[in-house]
């Protein structure tokens, strides 16, 4: 894709899988922005040492594994300057990757699967303990779901049409939850080209520009800051991340519930109070937002400046500062973005609107209505156009307000019809099909072909789970890559099967329960099923 329509998303760096080229370099230097790409490799046709002044890291690669680790050490020493950086983008043997470069790349992708968004800052954290103590990290935000589920939805939906969910709310969540664990920067990574020309690829394409128009407010914190502790909160499911600066502190407020990385639910408190220690006195707390500053009301208290933040979203940042500058730069940025980055959301909110109409239209032709929908839809299409109304008049704190009361009833309709069909399952992550809001139609159109299916024997063989003899024979694998310390076990359990006698059990444990281990770099077992 062209660099100048890439610069005007907002990104500042683009990241290449190959060498750069002269007149990608020259285009890159042109435009002012940075590349990050493997080394030439000493390739005698490679431009000069000066050509490469835009390459802001060499890439040694990403997935990086142990049987990685020697080609990465000789590829490391592949630099014309000597003084680069070198990325590597590690999923273990972070410790050995953290002294062959001076940054890492953690990947893990949270949307639409399994694993709990609200975890996705305390798994980023103990990737950084396993590394090099002041090793610098860049995080990942994945703004589309992986191939495999693609694949399985392809699979599964034969011609049906199923457009990718991008939900603003749940990536501003990812994207907070890797700041919060102390990353330096984001990397967005794109299965397709950003300029193909469709609703869902604009929708996606918009959401980019919206967190890079954030990503603007907060760089001074994260670039020249440093992470504190977490504060504590009163509150159950608020959790704060403090990036402080000599003069300011930046408040990264997540609000917490389950399974967010389906389906992001409305934000389940409005309001919160919490207390930020070590604060000078005259300091102020502002709410920010790309449509402007909110003085929020704060006073002192025992223990540091009690801040009440109301008209929260699930995810929030406040300011806390007594030095006239931190609030002349938020302006100053605000005056530059907030009038695009408002009407952006709108359009975006709007586009929403009828993608959410649609869909439940569909829910209840099929008959899985949602009790309510019709109602909070006309308050949303109310707010909508409340919200257009003071974009005429340029009142963005007032368009913001509104945009928000009609994002938080949007977000009701879609979880509503996503708890309704995800309540046919155990566990969301056994349909592909109710992964995102935009294929709960394919689930119910795939439910109604079941029901008329002459049902075989089950094809995978053993894969009852009935006797571990016959699992073994039929080429079932079980593997293990464990410490000294920890043991693991893989074993037949009369607890709760699916059907049948029995289930398999997979188990790991310190040898020495007394004694936990530390943070661990990779599953310690797993199995592999039969051909």
């Known amino acids: 894709e062209p660099l100048q329509w890439l610069q005007s998303l907002g990104f500042n760096a683009v990241k290449f899988n190959a060498s750069p080229s002269p007149a990608l370099l020259k285009e890159a230097q042109q435009l002012g922005l940075w590349i990050v790409a493997p080394p030439p490799f000493a390739d005698e046709s490679a431009p000069p040492p000066e050509a490469f002044r835009p390459v802001l890291a060499w890439s040694l690669g990403s997935r990086l594994v142990d049987r990685d680790v020697p080609y990465t050490r000789d590829l490391a020493s592949i630099d014309p300057q000597r003084q680069r950086p070198l990325l590597a983008g590690a999923d273990c043997e972070l410790a050995e990757y953290s002294r062959l470069a001076s940054l890492l790349l953690v990947d893990r992708r949270t949307s639409a699967t399994s694993f709990e968004l609200g975890e996705?800052?305390?798994?980023?954290?103990?990737?950084?303990?396993?590394?090099?103590?002041?090793?610098?990290?860049?995080?990942?935000?994945?703004?589309?779901?992986?191939?495999?589920?693609?694949?399985q939805l392809a699979l599964l939906g034969r011609d049906a049409s199923h457009p990718h969910d991008?939900?603003?709310?749940?990536?501003?969540?990812?994207?907070?939850?890797?700041?919060?664990?102390?990353?330096?920067?984001?990397?967005?990574?794109?299965?397709?080209?950003?300029?193909?020309?469709?609703?869902?690829?604009?929708?996606?394409?918009d959401v980019l520009r919206l967190l890079n128009y954030e990503i603007r407010l907060l760089e001074p914190w994260i670039s020249g800051g440093q992470l504190a502790d977490e504060l504590t909160s009163p509150e159950a499911g608020v959790h704060a991340a403090v990036w402080q600066t000599e003069r300011s502190r930046m408040l990264l407020i997540?609000?917490?519930?389950?399974?967010?990385?389906?389906?992001?639910p409305p934000a389940p408190k409005n309001q919160f109070t919490l207390l930020v220690p070590g604060v000078t006195a005259g300091s102020h707390a502002y709410q920010v937002t790309t449509a402007g500053l909110r003085q929020l009301r704060s006073n002192l208290a025992t223990g540091g400046l009690r801040v009440t933040v109301d008209e929260a979203a699930t995810s929030t940042m406040v300011v806390v500062t007594h030095d006239p500058l931190v609030v002349h730069f938020l302006n100053k940025t605000l005056g530059e973005i907030k009038s695009n980055a408002t009407r952006?959301?709108?359009?975006?909110?709007v586009r929403r609107?009828?993608?959410?109409?649609?869909?439940?239209?569909?829910?209840?032709?099929?008959?899985?209505p949602l009790k309510d929908a019709?109602?909070?839809?006309?308050?949303?299409?109310?707010?909508?156009?409340?919200?257009?109304?003071?974009?005429?008049?340029?009142?963005?704190?007032?368009?913001?307000?509104?945009?928000?009361?009609?994002?938080?009833?949007?977000?009701?309709?879609?979880?509503?019809?996503?708890?309704?069909?995800?309540?046919?399952?155990?566990?969301?992550a056994a349909s592909p099909c109710i992964a995102q809001f935009t294929?709960?139609?394919?689930?119910?159109?795939?439910?109604?072909?079941?029901?008329?299916?002459?049902?075989?024997?089950?094809?995978?063989?053993?894969?009852?789970?009935?006797?571990?003899?016959?699992?073994?024979?039929?080429?079932?694998?079980?593997?293990?890559?464990?410490?000294?310390?920890?043991?693991?076990?893989?074993?037949?359990?009369?607890?709760?099967?699916?059907?049948?006698?029995?289930?398999?059990?997979l188990a790991a444990a310190p040898r020495?329960?007394?004694?936990?281990?530390?943070?661990?770099?990779?599953?310690?077992?797993?199995?592999?099923s039969s051909p």
């Open 374 to 428: 019709a109602t909070w839809l006309r308050e949303a299409e109310g707010n909508l156009s409340q919200a257009q109304r003071m974009l005429a008049s340029n009142d963005f704190p007032s368009a913001h307000s509104y945009l928000t009361k009609a994002e938080q009833l949007q977000a009701r309709i879609r979880r509503g019809h996503w708890e309704q069909t995800a309540a046919s399952f155990h566990a969301p």
């Open 254 to 264: 997540t609000q917490r519930a389950a399974s967010q990385q389906y389906v992001t």
């Open 166 to 205: 991008c939900d603003l709310e749940q990536l501003r969540l990812v994207m907070y939850s890797n700041l919060a664990a102390g990353v330096r920067g984001i990397l967005f990574p794109s299965e397709t080209p950003l300029s193909i020309d469709s609703v869902p690829a604009a929708m996606r394409t």
């Open 439 to 505: 294929t709960l139609p394919l689930h119910w159109q795939l439910a109604e072909k079941l029901r008329g299916a002459t049902w075989a024997a089950n094809s995978q063989a053993a894969g009852d789970f009935e006797s571990l003899e016959q699992m073994t024979k039929a080429g079932w694998k079980n593997y293990n890559r464990l410490p000294d310390d920890i043991k693991s076990e893989v074993s037949l359990s009369l607890v709760n099967p699916h059907s049948g006698r029995s289930a398999l059990r």
């Open 512 to 528: 020495e329960p007394r004694k936990l281990p530390g943070p661990l770099e990779r599953p310690l077992v797993w199995i592999t």
């Open 120 to 151: 996705t800052r305390d798994w980023l954290k103990d990737r950084t303990r396993l590394a090099r103590p002041g090793t610098p990290f860049w995080g990942v935000l994945h703004t589309q779901p992986s191939p495999a589920l693609d694949q």
């Open 353 to 368: 609107q009828s993608q959410i109409i649609e869909i439940d239209q569909r829910l209840s032709a099929v008959g899985h």
């Open 344 to 349: 952006l959301r709108h359009d975006l909110a």
